[in-house]
Nanobody, 130 residues
Framework: QVQLVESGGGLVQAGGSLRLSCAAS???????????MGWFRQAPGKEREFVAA????????HYADSVKDRFTISRDNAKNTLYLQMNSLKPEDTAQYYC????????????????????WGQGTQVTVSS
């Protein structure tokens, strides 16, 4: 079993930055094995949407067009922690942010689909004021 715990959300003004963290426990993610970790977000009344993902082996990253060049996904393998650095935040980035993981390979198309992930965190709220 894998447990994912997000942190780092909060209230920030438009143009500001936040860094979200997702601590993974229950197993160690080897950089040599197939797996994917990602971030999704869900605003009230909307469907959960893909934000970014990183897949191994290789540490290849993928981003939604809406966050490309503003957000950066990364992982500290020693700490088993996934990060999402969010810069130039906009009010439309306001949402509950979720960390997700899948312990097998995924295509780029699959990585953007919430249904493809096996494990989820409880979420952390990000609110961007105008």
């Amino acid at each position: 079993q894998v447990q994912l715990v997000e942190s780092g959300g909060g209230l920030v003004q438009a143009g500001g930055s936040l860094r979200l963290s997702c601590a993974a426990s229950g197993r160690t993610f080897s950089i040599f094995s197939n797996h994917v970790m990602g971030w999704f977000r869900q605003a009230p009344g909307k469907e959960r949407e893909f934000v970014a993902a990183i897949r191994w082996p290789g540490g290849i990253t993928h981003y939604a067009d809406s966050v490309k060049d503003r957000f950066t996904i990364s992982r500290d393998n020693a700490k088993n922690t996934l990060y999402l650095q969010m810069n130039s935040l906009k009010p439309e980035d306001t949402a509950q942010y979720y960390c997700a993981a899948r312990l097998s390979a995924m295509t780029a198309t699959m990585m953007a689909m919430a249904g493809g992930y096996d494990y989820w965190g409880q979420g952390t709220q990000v609110t961007v004021s105008s």
